[in-house]
């Protein structure tokens, strides 16, 4: 019944920025948080950072004073702002969601967009 789309990945140079978004689609359902994983080559997939309804937010720490998680409620929509883009951070980052629907808990992930970043 949910379904997320994000955008906004591409290449960028070290030191730039980028801006992706992930828009949570459906009828009937609310949203308890959303937020960033990514997923590196040989590696696990990792926190990036998560925003929830209340408010609270957390960010690894890798990642700290460089990028901002922010949302627009009125349209289910996540953001993540990434400044000073470094080669580590290339990855495929992915949305995710945790939302109710007719009482029950559901958790969504989006298709992956992919960060590359050259030095």
């Known amino acids: 019944q949910v379904q997320l789309v994000e955008s906004g990945g591409g290449l960028v140079q070290a030191g730039g920025s980028l801006r992706l978004s992930c828009a949570a689609s459906?009828?009937?359902?609310?949203?308890?948080?959303m937020g960033w994983y990514r997923q590196a080559p040989g590696k696990q997939r990792e926190l990036v950072t998560t925003?929830?309804?209340?408010?609270?937010?957390n960010y690894a720490g890798s990642v700290k004073g460089r990028f901002t998680i922010s949302r627009d409620d009125a349209k289910n929509t996540v953001y993540l702002q990434m400044n000073s883009l470094k080669p580590e951070d290339t990855a495929v980052y992915y949305c995710?969601?945790?939302?109710?629907?007719?009482?029950?808990?559901?958790?969504?992930w989006g298709q992956g967009t992919q960060v590359t970043v050259s030095s």
């Open positions: 995710y969601a945790e939302v109710v629907i007719m009482s029950r808990t559901y958790a969504y």
């Open positions: 459906g009828s009937s359902f609310s949203v308890n948080f």
């Open positions: 925003f929830t309804r209340a408010g609270s937010t």
